[in-house]
């Protein structure tokens, strides 16, 4: 069983900063592509940011240049900073994994998601 827990969400003001953490736990032999996703109310989830195991980035262009998206392959523990957030970037933010398990096969996982609200 593997589990992703998410960090630091809350409420910012717009110009803000946050810094979301996500760990990954149980059975891992080793984690491939790590990566974050959001969810607005009434919107489809989308592709935040996502980083390999080598250190390979890719950003949603909405956030490039103000998020950063970084990891910790011995902690399994994959970061966000995020900054200079807007209104638009309020939702809920879930963590993604591709994991190999101790069974060498390779599962997707999600955290629960933590809520981010940009808001003066």
């Known amino acids: 069983q593997v589990q992703l827990v998410e960090s630091g969400g809350g409420l910012v003001q717009p110009g803000g900063s946050l810094r979301l953490s996500c760990a990954a736990s149980g059975s891992i032999v080793s984690i491939h592509t790590m990566g974050w996703y959001r969810q607005a109310p009434g919107k489809e989830r989308e592709l935040v940011a996502r980083?390999?195991?080598?250190?390979?980035?890719r950003y949603a262009d909405s956030v490039k240049g103000r998020f950063t998206i970084s990891r910790d392959n011995a902690k399994n523990t994959v970061y966000l900073q995020m900054n200079s957030l807007k209104p638009e970037d309020t939702a809920v933010y879930y963590c993604?994994?591709?994991?190999?398990?101790?069974?060498?096969?390779?599962?997707?996982?999600w955290g629960q998601g933590t809520q981010v609200t940009v808001s003066s």
């Open positions: 993604n994994g591709l994991v190999v398990v101790i069974t060498r096969n390779e599962y997707e996982y």
């Open positions: 980083i390999t195991s080598g250190g390979s980035t």
